[in-house]
């Protein structure tokens, strides 16, 4: 295994032509951060990235999330929110595949997940 120490930024410049393809690609607590369209391109990469039989999985909270007026008001924690239509949306910058999206346990995080094919 060899860990990679990078950036979005260096990703989308195409600054890493041997990586891949992975069976799986995961991103948590990275999207929130991400304008909506650096994440359409993060993801089209991401998508590139995987295999064959490749997925992806994003992760993003949502803004309706029980615990977003805490992280704002106490933590200052402002996040780029998304929902169930927006992350089906996205996902679908990865490519021709199948997209599934849901939320986690507590309804504070969805998912896309996406494979290819």
Partial sequence: MQVLESSVRALLAGRHTDLGPFDLV???????YLEPVVAQKLTARLGALC??????LIANFVPDGYSRAYMELFMDWHLIVRDVAEMLELARHAGEGRVRVFHDPHDNVVYAHWRRG
């Avoid at 995961?26 to 929130?32: C, K, Q, R, V």
């Avoid at 295999?51 to 992806?56: A, K, N, S, T």
């Fill in 26 to 32: 995961y991103s948590a607590g990275l999207y929130d």
């Fill in 51 to 56: 295999g064959p039989d490749g997925r992806l």
